[in-house]
């Protein structure tokens, strides 16, 4: 069944060990660093019990996301689930809820890639998913890794110890996004390790409240932010960014998935539909927060009085072709979509598709901000300092006469701009172009899995035959 955002907020308050600033956070709901951005999860939780969503959001009781799509439509319906979601954050909450539960269910649609030679997590897979749906659960992940410490110590996460209940890790992992109001972190790693490498091939989940797990959590532009009125996105869509650190922490075997073992702890995320999963939810957000800032853009030039330039409306044609860009690599993703294991595992996106949608993204976001912002102008720096300069009884008016235009009174322009800037210029806004080039791992790792897509092969074949059809004798 599902949970309302106060019984997820309620689950937010068990005692984990979260670093800001210095100050160990006691707790996230209520810290000026976290809480607006806690409450927007919950308003994620809370969509599902409104009658206009539920049916989008729930199938059999539980969030779609966690359903194995067994057909093109069921992918249809998760992406509308998808897109339900993504627009409650405007695209700016990248891991939410149902991004690591499409990941798991990718998990379930084929838990035999679980078994490898020296152990078997099959079972622990499926219980996995079982967990997260029956709980309704918020589970992040952080796979990456801190590079080598002093002298070359070894600081990545690694197995240390083995009990008969368990195992004991110890060492770091890095940019767990969304981390700190997740109730679980799956902990592993998508890049390819040495067949030798035993110590860090493991992948397992963990609550975080578990002793010796800390998060060290990246500033908070939540915290930094003066008021919704000047910070919109920031204040309340600040997913964060944090450090896993683990000192000696026991993971019981039940939590454990993968086990030194390489070749299974990489099979995990490639031969199984779940990173083709991760895909099909975050392009769907992408295409998604496009539209956002393609809109933000029109409104910008309507303030500006420019929308009927020419320069401006090829602009604003180029942005919504961007939209469409986005929006059709959704479609041709489910369109192209392939069977797991036979059909017994249901059907995934289209892995060509997916890998190419990651390459678009990457390159086509940062492409989108700078033709906002050069559309915006000079407005984006010269804004009030703050919301207050408006109700000031002697800046105000100053204020509401030389920031307004012809249909758009200074505070609805101001309110416009600073949205603007908090969506293109802020830290936030840098923090977000970052996020969009790099959060399915860096490029080296999904550029190096298109090429084993199937389409090098096709495009080498087409080559190929051009060349052999001529050859020095060949005449007019």
């Not at 409104?50 to 249809?76: C, T």
């Not at 975050?282 to 020419?310: D, M, Q, V």
């Not at 703050?386 to 609805?412: C, I, K, N, Q």
Request: net charge negative; with cysteine.
């Amino acid at each position: 069944m599902t949970r309302s955002g106060q019984e997820y907020l309620e689950g937010l308050r068990d005692g984990r060990e979260i670093w800001l600033d210095g100050e160990r956070v006691k707790d996230v709901t209520a810290h000026p660093g976290f809480r607006s951005t806690a409450a927007s999860f919950a308003g994620l939780y809370d969509l599902a019990d409104d009658p206009v969503h539920h049916p989008v959001l729930v199938q059999g009781g539980v969030r779609r996301a966690y359903a194995v799509p067994r057909s093109y439509e069921d992918l249809v319906a998760r992406r509308r689930a998808f897109r339900t979601t993504a627009r409650a954050g405007f695209g700016f909450l990248g891991r939410t809820p149902d991004y690591m539960a499409a990941g798991a269910a990718g998990f379930a649609a084929a838990p035999a890639v679980f078994t490898g030679g020296t152990f078997d997590g099959a079972e622990h897979a499926l219980a996995f998913h079982r967990r997260l749906t029956e709980g309704d659960l918020h589970c992040a992940f952080t796979l990456g890794n801190p590079p080598p410490g002093h002298g070359g110590e070894d600081l990545t996460l690694r197995v240390v110890a083995e009990r008969d209940g368990g195992i004991v890790v110890r060492g770091a992992k890095t940019v767990g996004t969304g981390a700190v109001f997740a109730d679980e972190i799956l902990v592993g790693t998508i890049e390819p390790l040495p067949a030798d490498d035993l110590a860090h091939a493991l992948t397992f989940a963990v609550r975080l409240d578990t002793p010796g797990l800390r998060l060290i959590s990246r500033t908070s532009y939540e915290e930094r932010s003066r008021s919704v009125f000047d910070h919109p996105l920031s204040s309340r869509y600040d997913e964060n960014d944090a450090m896993l650190v683990c000192e000696d922490v026991f993971i019981p075997w039940e939590r454990v998935l993968t086990y030194r073992d390489p070749a299974t702890t990489g099979a995990v995320w490639w031969q199984t539909p779940a990173y083709l999963n991760f895909v099909h939810q975050s392009a769907t957000r992408f295409w998604t927060k496009l539209e956002f800032l393609t809109g933000l853009a029109i409104l910008i030039t309507r303030s500006n009085g420019t929308e009927s330039l020419p320069p401006v409306t090829q602009a604003v044609g180029r942005l919504l072709g961007m939209v469409a860009q986005a929006k059709a690599f959704v479609l041709a993703a489910e369109a192209s979509y392939e069977e797991v294991d036979g059909g017994r595992g249901g059907v995934r996106p289209g892995q060509e598709i997916s890998f190419a949608q990651r390459i678009m993204a990457g390159e086509l976001y940062p492409r989108a901000v700078q033709d906002i912002r050069l559309l915006a102008g000079g407005a984006l720096v010269q804004l009030p300092a703050s919301g207050r300069d408006l109700l000031h009884p002697e800046l105000g008016p100053l204020v509401r006469r030389y920031f307004g235009t012809t249909g758009h009174p200074a505070e609805d322009r101001v309110k416009l701009l600073k949205l603007a800037w908090d969506a293109l210029g802020s830290e936030f806004a840098g923090r977000h172009e970052q996020y969009e080039r790099l959060y399915h791992g860096a490029p080296h790792v999904y550029l190096t899995m298109q090429t084993r897509a199937g389409a090098a092969d096709d495009c080498e074949h087409l080559a190929q035959a051009c060349l052999d059809g001529y050859g020095l004798g060949t005449t007019r």
